[in-house]
């Protein structure tokens, strides 16, 4: 079935009646147009059975009206263009797939054709122009919701993780991070590695002096540890969740070396999925957001103030340490001291 595209403009009378606006909407209906033709029949003359006359002079025939001009398409200058409504996608990936730019001449239909071109790229939901009588276009976009499913995959030189029961090292961590949407503004990611924690997490520790949690750590001779140094010195961390952390990276495992082969440095495999192909965007940001409301509203356990969807932590921490800066301990601070001199700067 060959799509086609829905256009409406939108007319300002204090514009003179332009176009202030394009919006198009896609739609894959084979349309159909029937053209209703009167037929006139005209009556036949009778016989004339008097004499034949001499005809009178036929009266001049009427000047036929000239037909009204057909006026020219108002030309304009892009002046500037701004995107709206991006979450995921780059401004400059949106723009890249129509033909405006700055300082260029532009027609209603141009506008038409670059709306035309943004929803065929099956990125976007819906797309509006506005400013098209000033020439400062904004191009106002909804995006279609997709799951982004990555597995960050190993390096077969890195054998951090014992396998479950084992005394020693033989894979990566392997981590997995999933994101999909809750709204239109808001994403939940959960990414985390298959071993019992990541090992920026363990230089954390190890640069503050303190102990691991318990379950964490092995040293060489396969055991248990708290001591972050065991792992630096010969020995490994543990899967996450016993077997099922394990299953996860074994199968991350066979994904990154076994699927993909001998990375440079790593692998990765990264799977994209366009909601829309399974479900009506505004039937699934309903049930997202229900199920959303009813994570907030769950009664926290003992030692908890509340509970929180995954990635809500990291957003939240995201925007204290924004507007408030990052807290370091004092070794933290005395590790980045050889950074001053390095790069120049000064750590306050």
Same mark, same amino acid.
């Given at each position: 079935? +060959?799509?086609?595209? @829905?256009? /409406?403009?939108?007319?300002?009378?204090?514009?003179?009646?332009?176009?202030?606006?394009?919006?198009?909407?896609?739609?894959?209906?084979?349309?159909?147009?029937?053209?209703?033709?009167?037929?006139?029949?005209?009556?036949?003359? #009778? /016989?004339?059975?008097?004499?034949?006359?001499?005809?009178?002079?036929?009266?001049?025939? #009427?000047?036929?009206?000239?037909?009204?001009?057909?006026?020219?398409?108002?030309?304009?200058?892009?002046?500037?263009?701004?995107? +709206?409504?991006?979450?995921?996608?780059?401004?400059?990936?949106?723009?890249?797939?129509?033909?405006?730019?700055?300082?260029?001449?532009?027609?209603?239909?141009?506008?038409?054709?670059?709306?035309?071109? @943004?929803?065929?790229?099956?990125?976007?939901?819906?797309?509006?122009?506005?400013?098209?009588?000033?020439?400062?276009?904004?191009?106002?976009?909804?995006?279609?919701?997709?799951?982004?499913?990555?597995?960050?995959?190993?390096?077969?030189?890195?054998?951090?993780?014992?396998?479950?029961?084992?005394?020693?090292?033989? $894979?990566?961590?392997?981590?997995?991070?999933?994101?999909?949407?809750?709204?239109?503004?808001?994403?939940?990611?959960?990414?985390?590695?298959?071993?019992?924690?990541?090992?920026?997490?363990?230089?954390?520790?190890?640069?503050?002096?303190?102990?691991?949690?318990?379950?964490?750590?092995?040293?060489?001779?396969?055991?248990?540890?708290?001591?972050?140094?065991?792992?630096?010195?010969?020995?490994?961390?543990?899967?996450?969740?016993?077997?099922?952390?394990?299953?996860?990276?074994?199968?991350?495992?066979? $994904?990154?070396?076994?699927?993909?082969?001998?990375?440079?440095?790593?692998?990765?495999?990264?799977?994209?999925?366009?909601?829309?192909?399974?479900?009506?965007?505004?039937?699934?940001?309903?049930?997202?957001?229900?199920?959303?409301?009813?994570?907030? +509203?769950?009664?926290?356990?003992?030692?908890?103030?509340?509970?929180?969807?995954?990635? +809500?932590?990291?957003?939240?921490?995201?925007?204290?340490?924004?507007?408030?800066?990052?807290?370091?301990?004092?070794?933290?601070?005395?590790?980045? /001291?050889?950074?001053?001199?390095? $790069?120049?700067?000064?750590?306050?």
């Amino acid at each position: 079935m +060959q799509a086609a595209w @829905l256009t /409406a403009g939108y007319f300002d009378s204090d514009w003179g009646g332009m176009v202030t606006a394009i919006k198009a909407t896609k739609i894959g209906a084979r349309a159909t147009a029937t053209l209703l033709a009167g037929t006139m029949l005209s009556g036949m003359a #009778a /016989a004339q059975t008097a004499p034949q006359t001499a005809p009178a002079a036929a009266p001049p025939a #009427a000047q036929a009206a000239p037909a009204p001009a057909v006026p020219a398409p108002v030309t304009r200058t892009i002046k500037s263009i701004r995107v +709206q409504g991006s979450q995921r996608i780059e401004s400059e990936t949106v723009m890249s797939y129509t033909r405006l730019r700055v300082g260029d001449a532009y027609t209603n239909e141009t506008i038409d054709q670059a709306i035309k071109d @943004l929803l065929a790229s099956e990125l976007l939901a819906d797309v509006t122009i506005e400013g098209v009588e000033t020439g400062d276009l904004v191009i106002r976009i909804r995006e279609n919701p997709v799951i982004n499913r990555v597995i960050y995959e190993g390096n077969k030189r890195l054998k951090e993780v014992a396998p479950y029961g084992g005394r020693k090292g033989v $894979f990566d961590t392997n981590p997995y991070a999933f994101s999909m949407p809750l709204d239109t503004q808001q994403t939940t990611t959960s990414d985390f590695a298959t071993s019992a924690t990541a090992q920026g997490k363990l230089l954390v520790f190890r640069t503050n002096h303190a102990p691991v949690p318990d379950g964490w750590l092995i040293d060489k001779h396969g055991r248990p540890t708290t001591n972050v140094d065991d792992f630096y010195e010969g020995g490994a961390m543990l899967p996450s969740a016993g077997t099922k952390g394990y299953g996860m990276g074994f199968m991350a495992e066979l $994904f990154g070396d076994a699927v993909l082969g001998t990375p440079h440095e790593l692998n990765w495999f990264i799977v994209a999925v366009d909601l829309k192909r399974f479900v009506d965007p505004g039937d699934y940001f309903q049930a997202a957001n229900h199920l959303k409301q009813e994570i907030e +509203q769950c009664p926290p356990a003992d030692g908890f103030e509340r509970v929180m969807w995954p990635g +809500q932590p990291e957003i939240e921490r995201l925007e204290h340490q924004s507007a408030e800066g990052i807290d370091y301990s004092e070794d933290e601070l005395r590790s980045l /001291a050889g950074l001053e001199a390095r $790069f120049s700067m000064k750590l306050n």
